[in-house]
């Protein structure tokens, strides 16, 4: 089976170029798997993608911790730890990088155990949030040095998920990938299947016992029994939220429901009484607020027993 993973920032189009390389596995008869993993990140933040591909069945699922073969389309994520560029890579692992410097440079600087190629195909002095094709040239350069994927195969991929941005932008990748694909022809077929992984060499990890405690004694409730209650977090405020009264429809539910520290709660005629001595003055209660019964009042200017 072989075992890919992609680096790169968001808006680089990593996740397409997994998707490319796996269709054009799929179109040289491999059963495949590919999919990204990102979060709620930012343009310009570490993202990865990964790819399997076999000839029969896959029944591994997850991230790739053992990869045959790593690009890295931006090479500022080398040495970033959060990155994890480099995690789970061993003495027959390729690594691949988009950079400007040459492969003996980056070699010295990692003491990388495997084979480490650059794909020197970027602008000179591009800026490297942005480096343009980046997905369908680091999928082209990939497919060539998988030495299994054929430059047809590679241009029907992109062809077919690329399809709905038009014909020009299909034909700008193309030339991108058809370029690296052109260039890796020194390094085809370097990247050799990996090994199954066996259920026999399993270790389980080492589990640590944490006691369960009754939601009454473990939840955080500040007027709960031996919690925190005698610090007086409200010391903290610089704006005191006030109730106006005259405003409030007494639904208590949204300002009390919001509030982080639990430190409003209706009284016995359904308005919301603040616990001052806690409320710390985040003021989340005033802008949940739509009929505008909280104000905002400095704590210097505040008058006691408002």
């Not at 982080?260 to 802008?287: F, L, Q, T, W």
Request: with cysteine; net charge neutral.
């Amino acid at each position: 089976m072989y075992r890919i993973r992609f680096h790169g920032r968001g808006g680089h189009g990593i996740k397409t170029a997994g998707r490319i390389l796996g269709t054009a596995f799929f179109h040289e008869g491999f059963e495949v798997q590919d999919a990204p993993r990102y979060g709620a990140e930012r343009r310009g933040a570490p993202i990865f993608a990964y790819v399997r591909a076999a000839r029969q069945l896959i029944n591994e699922r997850g991230v790739i911790t053992a990869p045959d073969l790593i690009i890295a389309a931006d090479d500022s994520l080398v040495p970033l730890p959060a990155a994890g560029v480099l995690a789970g890579a061993q003495v027959r692992t390729v690594l691949l990088i988009n950079s400007e410097e040459e492969a003996s440079t980056w070699q010295e600087r990692l003491r990388f155990p495997g084979r480490l190629i650059t794909l020197q195909s970027s602008e000179e002095g591009a800026d490297r949030s942005e480096l343009k094709y980046s997905g369908s040239v680091c999928a082209g350069a990939a497919s060539r040095i998988l030495g299994v994927i054929s430059l047809q195969s590679l241009k029907q991929a992109i062809s077919e998920e690329l399809a709905p941005l038009g014909d020009k932008v299909i034909g700008q990748n193309l030339a991108y990938a058809i370029d690296a694909y052109n260039c890796m022809a020194d390094n085809t077929g370097c990247v050799a299947e990996g090994n199954g992984i066996s259920a026999a060499s399993y270790q389980p990890p080492g589990w640590v016992d944490v006691p369960f405690e009754d939601a009454r004694v473990s939840a955080p409730a500040i007027h709960g029994g031996a919690t925190s209650v005698e610090v007086k977090t409200g010391l903290w405020r610089t704006l005191r939220p006030v109730l106006v009264r005259e405003r409030c429809r007494r639904c208590w539910y949204i300002c009390t429901t919001f509030c982080p520290d639990s430190v409003m709660r209706p009284n016995k005629d359904g308005y919301p009484e603040i616990d001052y001595d806690h409320c710390k003055g985040c003021m989340i209660c005033a802008a949940q607020c739509h009929n505008h019964a909280i104000e905002t009042v400095p704590e210097h200017a505040s008058q006691t027993g408002r």
